[in-house]
């Protein structure tokens, strides 16, 4: 659907009388996403995706309605494909202090709620959690090829049987999936908005852990020491923030050489300081 299809489906559902202005702010393919002005000024987002990802991300809007920092749906259609919800006003720059943030996210993690699952993973594609992730390390690994050693990613193998282990009894939440800092929006230094779930059953930690490895200047300013310390507040064990912290950072530097090849040589730095060679990093 292109904006003009767009345009009439909000007029004909009263969601608008008529557009006073619209930019796309990003999307290709089957996936766009508009800023819309109404004809009182006010703004709305409306996104175009596939059928199922629209239908998968108002779930989790509806079941975090609570949840200040996640936009009201507007509107939905997953036949039309098309999601309106509303517009969070501020920068997707990062321009907060990084342990604040860090303190922010995991103010929202500690809020998420046990969902009714039959599998964990991606709500279209429910799975195993352990085949959940060993599926995202081998396409990353066939991005990374010898950038990181095979002795690293049979490490990251073994992290995968920790977390998943049968002993852990991971409890199913609903996760945001995709809480990247570009997913984020700042005002005044604050966290206020969070956008574009993908909509994922896991643990809250999964959701911390992927926001800090979404971007490597915040990952380096906390650091995994700081990481440790914060994340025990939700409960997890340094050993089980380790594992998690290696799977997820393994995961991003392969979608880093697909996505945002300029962080690579930072992401491999940093993996090499801290994780190369069978975890240089001590646990004390």
Known sequence: MDIKGVIRVLISNDIVKHIC??????????????????????????????????????????????????????????????????????????????MELLRDIILIAKAYKICDSDGYGYLKKLEDYRQFFMNSIFQSSKRIKT?????????????????????????KYLLHGDFGINNCVFRNKKLVGVVNSASIVGEPIYDVIYALCSNIRFLSSVGVNNIYLALSDLGYSKDVINAYLIVVLYIRIGTCIKYDSYDLQDYLKFWEDNFSNSNKLVLK
């Open 21 to 98: 202005n619209y930019d796309q702010l990003a999307g290709e393919h089957k996936n766009k996403i508009w800023l819309i002005e109404k004809e009182d000024n006010k703004k709305i987002i409306v996104k175009i995706s596939d059928e199922v990802s629209i239908d998968n991300e108002v779930k989790f809007l509806d079941f975090y309605r609570e949840i200040d920092v996640f936009p009201n749906v507007i509107y939905h259609n997953s036949k039309k494909r098309l999601l309106c919800y509303e517009y969070i006003q501020g920068d997707i720059k990062l321009n907060i202090d990084s």
């Open 147 to 171: 950038l990181i050693d095979y002795q690293d990613y049979m490490m990251v193998k073994h992290k995968i049987e920790l977390i998943t282990s049968e002993e852990r009894h991971v409890d």
